[in-house]
T-cell receptor, first 114, second 116 residues
Framework: DTGVSQDPRHKITKRGQNVTFRCDPI?????LYWYRQTLGQGPEFLTY????????KSRLLSDRFSAERPKGSFSTLEIQRTEQGDSAMYLC????????????FGEGSRLTVL | AQKITQTQPGMFVQEKEAVTLDCTYDTSDQSYGLFWYKQPSSGEMIFLIY??????QNATEGRYSLNFQKARESANLVISASQLGDSAMYFC?????????????FGGGTRVLVKP
């Protein structure tokens, strides 16, 4: 399978714990995006990488959130000291910078904070 | 201010009929791109169709067509000959600026249920 893959698909944690999500983009894609989606809403942009450089971060990305893409391939999104409001689907997407620039999404990582 | 507005939270459509999903947008850029995505219950976002702001022809992809009305800032999706597998959430999205790396901003979505 050569699509975007995310791990884990589901994570249940207690408030205050740290969690980390991993995203493996389509191999030739140089751009990688993280989005958050809550139930019944559209995805909200969190951050964006071009190769290993993090070029934009949303104000939604509080100090408890950090994302990395150390070698310009896979990316991790870490949430420290989780809160119940962090419960959401975390979507990763990648693109190759074609004219249309459509994003190819993974199946998401669902986080439930108890 | 909302940049992408989808006013229809949910719609029923009879199998084999056409359905139009509304999307309006707000931008001060002259160059932008408009997208539609489908999200079935499995959760994955599936790209359907793209329209660039300078494209003179409305985009079409199989049973999907985009009714682009620039002056009205409208980019409605038309699904023809609906199938049961079309039941899903549909999201309209916009990329401001023509740099392909720019992020997409999504609307709140429309849930479509196709009835047999």
């Amino acid at each position: 399978d050569t699509g975007v893959s995310q791990d884990p698909r589901h994570k249940i944690t207690k408030r205050g714990q740290n969690v980390t999500f991993r995203c493996d983009p389509i191999s030739e894609h140089n751009r990688l995006y993280w989005y958050r989606q809550t139930l019944g809403q559209g995805p909200e942009f969190l951050t964006y990488f071009q190769n290993e450089a993090q070029l934009e971060k949303s104000r939604l990305l509080s100090d408890r959130f950090s994302a990395e893409r150390p070698k310009g391939s896979f990316s991790t999104l870490e949430i420290q000291r989780t809160e119940q409001g962090d419960s959401a689907m975390y979507l990763c997407a990648s693109s190759f910078g074609t004219q249309s620039g459509e994003l190819f999404f993974g199946e998401g990582s669902r986080l439930t904070v108890l | 201010a909302q940049k992408i507005t989808q006013t229809q939270p949910g719609m029923f459509v009879q199998e084999k009929e056409a359905v139009t999903l509304d999307c309006t947008y707000d931008t001060s850029d002259q160059s932008y791109g408009l997208f539609w995505y489908k999200q079935p219950s499995s959760g994955e976002m599936i790209f359907l169709i793209y329209q660039g702001s300078y494209d003179e022809q409305n985009a079409t992809e199989g049973r999907y067509s985009l009714n682009f009305q620039k002056a009205r800032e409208s980019a409605n999706l038309v699904i023809s000959a609906s199938q049961l597998g079309d039941s899903a959430m549909y999201f309209c999205a916009m990329r401001e600026g023509m740099a392909a790396g720019n992020k997409l901003t999504f609307g709140g979505g429309t849930r479509v249920l196709v009835k047999p």
